[in-house]
């Protein structure tokens, strides 16, 4: 009952010509039945979410967007921001909040990333929280205990309904542009610890509802092995979501 989630985090590449280049090469491949099986969204960088947006109106397409950030105020003098206000106006399916590279390079503590996540809620954007652990945590064993609390921390305050709308991607911080991908029994035991945890908190519906991607070096030869866990409702793919043919093959991985 969880449609899988798709996501191509483009980070910090392509100007918008190119962004309209490689939707129209999307477009021009998903059919139907891929949207009738999983959800499928791009995330570009700012400056070309009105160039994809257009196109995906203006042609009525059925491949989501968003935005790989949302600041956690509405207006003001916050230079370099972009709100939940503007996004959800460009139509913004989906807004990446606590990207471990944000975390890492701006200092984005989960209260932070709590109050973004907050902000896109408030404005009908749903927030894909990013949550995993370095590799010292991971060599020392306490890498479920150091996800759930990022959870715990970064989901403070929001409600039951707010809960099952979001979506969680577990990406340890080890497997993100390095080329080494945890292994499918790696991400299904914390998908599955998250889950367990929602459930417990909120209710065993909310737990089932919300989905839970991976995200970590996801390529089209591996992506079959990570969707086989029960928990694991979709990726966030970055490097490999900047090739149109690997993305759709990612997108693909029933036929693999
Ligand atoms: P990667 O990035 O697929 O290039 O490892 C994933 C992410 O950072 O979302």
């Given at each position: 009952?969880?449609?899988?989630?798709?996501?191509?985090?483009?980070?910090?590449?392509f100007?918008?010509?190119?962004?309209?280049?490689?939707?129209?090469?999307?477009?021009f491949t998903?059919?139907?039945?891929?949207?009738?099986?999983?959800?499928?969204?791009?995330?570009?960088p700012?400056?070309?979410?009105?160039?994809?947006?257009?196109?995906?109106?203006?042609?009525?397409?059925k491949?989501?967007?968003?935005?790989?950030?949302?600041?956690?105020?509405?207006?003001?003098?916050?230079?370099?921001?972009?709100s939940?206000?503007?996004?959800?106006?460009l139509?913004?399916?989906?807004?990446?909040?606590?990207?471990?590279?944000?975390?890492?390079?701006?200092?984005?503590?989960?209260?932070?990333?709590?109050?973004?996540?907050?902000a896109?809620?408030?404005?009908?954007?749903?927030?894909?929280?990013?949550?995993g652990?370095?590799?010292?945590?991971?060599?020392?064993?306490?890498?479920?205990q150091f996800?759930?609390?990022q959870?715990?921390?970064?989901?403070?305050g929001?409600?039951?309904?707010?809960?099952?709308?979001?979506?969680?991607?577990?990406?340890?911080?080890?497997?993100?542009?390095?080329?080494?991908?945890?292994?499918?029994?790696?991400?299904?035991?914390?998908?599955?610890a998250?889950?367990?945890?929602?459930?417990n908190?909120?209710?065993?519906?909310?737990?089932e509802?919300?989905?839970?991607?991976?995200?970590?070096?996801?390529?089209?030869?591996?992506?079959?092995?990570?969707?086989?866990?029960?928990?694991?409702?979709?990726?966030?793919?970055?490097?490999?979501?900047?090739?149109?043919?690997?993305?759709?093959?990612?997108?693909?991985?029933?036929?693999?």
């Amino acid at each position: 009952m969880r449609k899988p989630l798709m996501a191509g985090n483009w980070k910090m590449h392509f100007n918008h010509l190119e962004a309209i280049h490689l939707v129209q090469k999307l477009a021009f491949t998903f059919t139907d039945e891929d949207y009738t099986s999983l959800d499928i969204a791009v995330l570009p960088p700012f400056t070309s979410i009105r160039s994809v947006e257009t196109l995906i109106h203006g042609d009525g397409l059925k491949l989501q967007f968003g935005s790989q950030d949302i600041s956690a105020f509405d207006s003001g003098a916050f230079t370099g921001e972009v709100s939940g206000v503007m996004l959800s106006k460009l139509g913004c399916h989906y807004a990446i909040v606590g990207h471990s590279e944000r975390r890492a390079y701006h200092h984005e503590t989960n209260e932070v990333v709590n109050k973004k996540a907050k902000a896109a809620l408030s404005h009908g954007i749903t927030p894909i929280v990013c949550v995993g652990e370095p590799l010292e945590i991971r060599e020392s064993g306490s890498h479920v205990q150091f996800t759930l609390n990022q959870v715990e921390k970064s989901l403070e305050g929001l409600s039951s309904e707010e809960v099952a709308k979001i979506v969680l991607a577990y990406e340890p911080v080890w497997a993100i542009g390095t080329g080494k991908v945890a292994t499918a029994e790696d991400a299904e035991e914390v998908a599955s610890a998250i889950r367990k945890w929602i459930s417990n908190k909120y209710s065993t519906k909310i737990g089932e509802q919300t989905r839970i991607l991976y995200g970590g070096s996801v390529k089209a030869s591996n992506i079959a092995g990570i969707m086989a866990g029960a928990n694991v409702d979709g990726a966030l793919i970055g490097g490999a979501s900047l090739d149109p043919d690997e993305f759709v093959a990612i997108c693909r991985f029933r036929l693999h």
